[in-house]
C-alpha cells in the first residue's frame, strides 16, 4: 500500500500502527470440507472485492472517500466491515466474517440487481443513491466490471436477498412527518437539519402546518436512503436518533429523541419499515 493511503487511514482514526508487521499463516482448509467459502473463494474475494474498500478514493468529502473510511466504525448498518488489523488490510479469518457481510449486499440470481453495485453506481446509470457518492459513473468502469464478473461467478443460489416489504407512503405522510414537526422536549425540530438537499427528508411544510403533495413525496424518497426495509435494527433513520446506550449509532449531530427501543414511538416507526404499518392511523 502507498504512503498516501497510510497516511489516510490514519487521518482516518482506524488507530492502525503505521510499523506493525502482520504474520498472517496460511489458511489451511479442513479435509473433505467444499462448501462454499473455501479458501480459494475468500483469497480470490480479498484480491477482487476486498481490496476496493481500502482503494484511496482521494479524500473525505462525498464521493471521494474509501469504503473502509464509512463502513468500518458505523455500528449495526447492513454493511459493515471489520476494522483492518493493520494498514495492509484484514486477516484472512476477518475477510470470512466480511465476506458474510457481503452477502447481505449481492444477488447472485440477479448481480446487476446488487447493492454493493448500485450504490457506488451514479443514479443516472442505474445506480442507488449513496451518502458517500459516487465512484462509477456508468457500467464500463473497470471496477465496476471486476465486481460484476466476481458475482457472476458465485453459485447461482449462493445468495439471493429475500424480499423487501413494501414501505407506505400514506402512513410515512400521516405519521412518520408528524414525527419530524413536533420535537421532544427541550430539542430541536429534525426539520431544522433535515429539510434540505440529499439529507432532506424531513423538510419544514411550505405552506402552513401541512407538506404539500410534492414535498411530501421527495420527502419520501429521500428517506428510503436511510431506510432498510424490513430491518429497522439496521435502518440508520432509526439508528441515528437513538442513544448508543439503547444501541443507537455513535454519530448523531442532532438531539438524542429515544433512549431505548422500547420507546413507543421507535416501535411504531420500525413497525413502519418492517411493512407493517400502513394507512393513516398513527395508533396502536
Known sequence: MTGRRLSFLMRA????????????????????????PTSTDVETYRDTVESVFMEDRGGTTSGLASCVMCHTWQTSVRFSLETPESPAGWTIGQSRRNLDVIGQLINTADPESSRL???????????LPHTGGTFWTSTDDPEYGRLLQWIQRLPDEQ????????????????CVQ????????????????????????????????????EEAQRAYRLISRVITPGNPEQSRFLLKP??????GAYTHNGPRRWESRDD?????????????????????
Not at 117 to 127: D, E, F, I, V
Not at 159 to 174: L, T
Not at 242 to 247: K, T, V, Y
Request: net charge negative; glycine share 14%.
Open 178 to 213: 408528524e414525527v419530524f414537526a413536533n420535537p421532544r422536549d427541550g430539542q430541536l425540530p429534525c426539520t431544522r437539519c433535515h429539510s434540505g438537499g440529499m439529507i432532506g427528508f424531513a423538510p419544514a411544510p411550505g405552506r402552513a402546518d401541512r407538506w404539500s403533495d
Open 117 to 127: 453495485l448500485q450504490k457506488p453506481l451514479a443514479q443516472n446509470a442505474g445506480g
Open 264 to 284: 413507543p414511538e421507535w416501535q411504531m416507526l420500525a413497525g413502519w419499515v418492517r411493512g407493517e404499518r400502513v394507512g393513516s392511523s398513527c395508533s396502536s
Open 13 to 36: 482514526g482506524l488507530g492502525l500502527a503505521l510499523g506493525a508487521a502482520v504474520a498472517v499463516s496460511t489458511f489451511q482448509e479442513p479435509a473433505g470440507a467444499q462448501s462454499f
Open 242 to 247: 437513538l442513544h448508543p446506550d439503547g444501541g
Open 159 to 174: 445468495f439471493i436477498p429475500a424480499p423487501e416489504p413494501e414501505i407506505d407512503f400514506d402512513f410515512f405522510r400521516a
